[in-house]
């Protein structure tokens, strides 16, 4: 662990390599899991997001063991960038006993408290007071931890999320929140719903700083996440990020999007984040062309052999409903 974070400049050929395949890793799981989707076999509701590969990858590259992370209903991507295991979150969705949660969670609340991910939440809002909570306890017991708030566009405007804000700037917390404003809130659209110009704007309402940063660009997250995380450490208090980006898929798994045209084929063929970090790093020289495509290759066998065991794992047993219900702190 450290509390000195490496800036965009920094990062060498291995941690490009690991930003890269991290990325690569959330990508081939939502593909694969849109495409098991339609044979009818995962249960429940899923919310993919492939597209905003960038934002959970920016910044969760500078979180480690101290720092906690609360997530969406979109939760796939954070989950994978703080490093649950792939395997478990696939026989997760699957609601296999071998999952995540064994089974009882499904893809809304995938979580794994040893690595700090508290959990996908489907309740819109639901994460930024839980991060107030893991960065007061940071503070308190000074372990230099920071906690993280995932959260869309749409709980910008619930009032869980502006008092989150509140407090944690009145608390002085080590705290980060990211508005992954993907332009709809289920299908209406940011402009409709959002009062202000950006999300970031309602930063200087709260006394803290507001950035806006563009979700397709890895490097342009990853340094604007790691100016944040290193002044929560450092005791500065709460930034507000706002990334922007296209979600490539719908609301949710069977959303026909009738609600917009064709800003996703545009967005994939001109501002897809792993073709603009490919093009980046290769024509810098600072990783070879091959060496991503042999990251290809090992995340498309490890996303095959997750599907391949959820598959096959065993279902829940009727025993299993009473247990995990309770926690006792």
């Known amino acids: 662990?450290?509390?000195?974070?490496?800036?965009?400049?920094?990062?060498?050929?291995?941690?490009?390599?690991?930003?890269?395949?991290?990325?690569?890793?959330?990508?081939?799981?939502?593909?694969?899991?849109?495409?098991?989707?339609?044979?009818?076999?995962?249960?429940?509701?899923?919310h993919l997001y492939a597209g905003e590969e960038a934002?959970?990858?920016?910044?969760?590259?500078?979180?480690?063991?101290?720092?906690?992370?609360?997530?969406?209903?979109?939760?796939?991507?954070?989950?994978?960038?703080?490093?649950?295991?792939?395997?478990?979150?696939?026989?997760?969705?699957?609601?296999?006993?071998?999952?995540?949660?064994?089974?009882?969670?499904?893809?809304?609340h995938i979580a794994d408290l040893s690595k700090g991910m508290l959990g996908a939440n489907g309740i819109v809002g639901g994460g930024p007071p839980l991060i107030c909570g893991t960065a007061?306890?940071?503070?308190?017991?000074?372990?230099?931890?920071?906690?993280?708030?995932?959260?869309?566009?749409?709980?910008?405007?619930?009032?869980?999320?502006?008092?989150?804000?509140?407090?944690?700037?009145?608390?002085?917390?080590?705290?980060?929140?990211?508005?992954?404003?993907n332009g709809y809130a289920e299908t209406t659209s940011s402009t409709w719903s959002v009062a202000s110009d950006n999300i970031a704007d309602r930063a200087a309402g709260f006394g803290m700083p507001g950035v806006i940063v563009d979700g397709f660009d890895f490097f342009a997250v990853h340094e604007a996440a790691g100016e944040a995380v290193a002044r929560a450490r450092a005791g500065g208090g709460p930034t507000l990020l706002e990334v922007k980006f296209t979600r490539y898929y719908g609301h949710f798994e069977g959303d026909q999007q009738t609600y917009?045209?064709?800003?996703?084929?545009?967005?994939?063929?001109?501002?897809?984040?792993?073709?603009?970090?490919?093009?980046?790093?290769?024509?810098t020289g600072q990783v070879a062309g091959d060496d991503l495509d042999a990251v290809d290759s090992e995340v498309a066998a490890l996303i095959e052999d997750a599907v391949v065991a959820a598959k096959s794992a065993?279902?829940?047993?009727?025993?299993?409903?009473?247990?995990d219900v309770y926690v006792s702190y």
């Open 1 to 46: 662990m450290t509390d000195t974070l490496p800036t965009t400049t920094e990062l060498d050929a291995t941690a490009l390599l690991q930003a890269y395949r991290t990325m690569r890793t959330i990508r081939e799981f939502e593909d694969r899991v849109h495409a098991e989707f339609a044979t009818g076999e995962i249960p429940g509701f899923v």
């Open 55 to 108: 934002s959970a990858t920016g910044v969760c590259t500078h979180l480690d063991a101290r720092d906690s992370i609360a997530s969406t209903h979109r939760g796939h991507g954070h989950c994978i960038a703080k490093g649950v295991d792939v395997k478990e979150m696939m026989a997760e969705i699957y609601g296999k006993q071998t999952g995540s949660c064994r089974g009882k969670g499904g893809s809304m």
């Open 136 to 181: 007061l306890a940071a503070k308190i017991q000074q372990t230099g931890g920071v906690g993280v708030a995932f959260f869309g566009d749409g709980a910008s405007n619930q009032g869980t999320t502006l008092e989150a804000l509140n407090l944690a700037a009145v608390w002085n917390l080590p705290a980060v929140f990211v508005a992954e404003n």
């Open 260 to 283: 917009r045209a064709d800003e996703v084929a545009k967005a994939r063929e001109t501002l897809d984040c792993l073709k603009r970090f490919r093009a980046r790093v290769t024509e």
């Open 314 to 323: 065993p279902k829940p047993t009727e025993s299993d409903l009473q247990t």
